[in-house]
């Protein structure tokens, strides 16, 4: 997670990030969330965080791939992983936001059928986009 915030280059003091990192699991818990790790032998090189917003909605959050295993599938992977979790866990709709300028990002929500959706929570950045997939 700290290697996902750091990529940003902003910071996520808005989202209670430090408090988020502190309390892990946290909202991630099982038996409505998760973590998902990926491991390369003793390094962890990717993640991805659900978490419920409601009884029916949830939130994929820390999409991240380190930079030497992009272009691998393992984003999406990781990407399918968290939308079949939201599934089995029956969530009808999962939400989730990203930056305009990560379009490799926004390409993967797109093809995983993620629609531009309103904001659903209060996000300063200027170039965040909310997006929504209907689970099925």
Known sequence: FIDY???LGFSLSFQGFEDELEHLPGK???PEGCILLA???LDC???AGLRPLSDDVCEMKRLYVKPLYRGTGL???LAEKIVQLGID???TRMQLDTLNSMQSAVG???SLGFVETD???NNPHPEVVFFELTLD
């Open 5 to 7: 915030a750091e990529s």
């Open 28 to 30: 991630y818990a099982a």
């Open 39 to 41: 491991w390369d032998e």
């Open 45 to 47: 090189v990717g993640c």
């Open 75 to 77: 984003g999406r992977l």
């Open 89 to 91: 866990k029956k969530y």
């Open 108 to 110: 993967l929500y797109k």
């Open 119 to 121: 904001q659903y929570y």
